[in-house]
């Protein structure tokens, strides 16, 4: 089955800087790549996503870029502020036409950022 | 407002008493799922729902039950709880194959 696993699992930056977790997985078949954010006291919400058939994609400050070849994926935050303290958890599963793999969280990285 | 909703937030228990923490949807989505959330060991899946009457054990089922009577409703039962059940556990829901949605979260301690 599919493994997946995420560093570092603790990241401290200052305001300003950027940050840039990782993330491996081991299922050559795993074609969606969610990122996911749990601030304190919440459940996790999703923040981004990538699909096999892309090798990148960016949403104003957050970006995710995927190398299938080498199976990893990460997730790269730029001008990081206060407010993007939490833990970031990274997840992959196979998506296809009447069939869906169970997603497999990583374990799960606490991004501190410093003012 | 979409949302999903667990009950109790926060649980104090003893080893063996019963106890079932409650979860709800308002999205009318047909896959609920359980996760426990462990330092260090990410998000773990406990079981999951493709639909009513539908359920499947996930990589955690040890020591669980649950039951999907209805769409919106997805009960996590711990029928004898052991100290290593101390977890904080989430619901989430999902139309199939889309974005999950977790509620906040409930922190149980079994003493």
């Known amino acids: 089955g599919e493994n997946v696993e995420q560093h570092p699992s603790t990241l401290s930056v200052q305001e300003g800087d950027s940050a840039v977790i990782k993330c491996t997985y081991s299922?050559?078949?795993?074609?969606?790549f969610p990122w996911y954010k749990q601030e304190l006291g919440k459940g996790p919400q999703l923040i981004i996503d990538i699909r096999s058939n892309v090798g990148e994609k960016k949403d104003q400050r957050i970006a995710v870029t995927l190398n299938k070849t080498a199976k990893h994926f990460s997730l790269h935050i730029t001008e990081t502020q206060p407010e993007d303290s939490a833990v970031y958890f990274c997840a992959a599963s196979f998506h296809g036409s009447g069939n869906t793999g169970k997603l497999i969280f990583g374990q799960g990285t606490t991004l501190q950022v410093k003012p | 407002e979409a949302q999903v909703t667990q009950n109790p937030r926060y649980l104090i228990t003893v080893t063996g008493k019963k106890l079932t923490v409650t979860c709800s949807q308002n999205m009318n989505h047909e896959y609920m799922s359980w996760y426990r959330q462990d330092p260090g060991l990410g998000l773990r899946q406990i079981y999951y729902s493709m639909n009513v009457e539908v359920t499947d054990k996930g990589d955690v089922p040890e020591g669980y039950k649950v039951s999907r009577k209805e769409k919106r409703n997805f009960p996590l039962i711990l029928e004898s709880p052991s100290p290593n059940q101390t977890s904080l556990y989430f619901c989430a829901s999902s139309l199939f194959a889309g974005e999950l949605f977790f509620g906040e979260g409930s922190r149980l301690t079994v003493l």
């Open positions: 299922d050559s078949a795993s074609n969606y």
